[in-house]
């Protein structure tokens, strides 16, 4: 590990300082600023020398590592860390609210996360971000991207969104745990390397390159029933500890204000529609 060359990561950097700003900024509670901490800590582990190095160019493993924390453990923390007042602020723009409302249902979420999360393990991915470094942020940054989106379902955080039920909640996370490990029994069960452009795992993890990409498909796994399974559990148990009406859903005022929103739009496009063009009669 010490023969790790060292690379300053600048666009890390940029982000890091970014969050710790915005958990200043925008945190209105001692809860929020702890959440935002402990989700830019994460974010600062896997993502500068030597696990983002090693997770970009030498392992599997460590790249499977990197994603399951950011998109199990940074996006999450980050989401909760947001006040209300931010999530009207980012969804109140017309065309983020109509894909906000489309994505907290399980299935569009299930299917997107699912589909490009496979794509960022994909060989010719992982070739350009290990060849790149603008190419190994952009990767960051959509892997994070997917971790919101992931969660959107379960945390019920959008304004003006139908909320699951809590049963319905642990079903979603309990699921989406299978579906996030696409690629993991490929690894396990491939008789020879997949992704020639990670190298030097001998070096650096005292792995074989199909050793690496094996054990690559048990982190993957592990990694995600794990801690998915258990919130599952969580949030079926305190459900019904407090004897919650599994059917309802909570009303706050940001999705009153955000309904009359919406119907504010929707009687806009009317008038437009109704509205004579110009020059006419």
Known sequence: MAALP??????????IVAGLVSIVRVSTTARERRLGSLAV?????????????????????????????????VAPLMMLAAPTATWVAVTRPAVVDAVARRLVRPVPALVLVTIVGTMTLSVPVVDWGARSLWARDLIIVGVVALGVILWLPALGLVPGARRLSEVARAAYVFIAALVVTSLSLVWIFATRPLYPVLHFQQRFVHLSPLADQQVAGFVAKLGAYLPMWIVAFVIF?????????????????????????????????????????????
């Open 6 to 15: 060292f690379h300053l990561h600048v666009l890390a950097l940029v982000a």
């Open 237 to 281: 148990s305190r459900a019904d500890q407090r004897g919650v009406d599994l059917e309802s859903s909570p009303l706050h005022w940001a999705d009153v204000e955000r309904e009359l929103l919406r119907a504010e739009r929707r009687r806009h496009r009317a008038r437009a529609r109704s509205s004579p063009p110009p020059g006419g009669e």
């Open 41 to 73: 800590a994460a974010f600062a582990a896997v993502t500068l020398w030597p696990v983002g190095d090693l997770a970009a160019s030498v392992s599997l493993s460590v790249a499977t590592l990197q994603r399951l924390v950011l998109m199990l453990v």
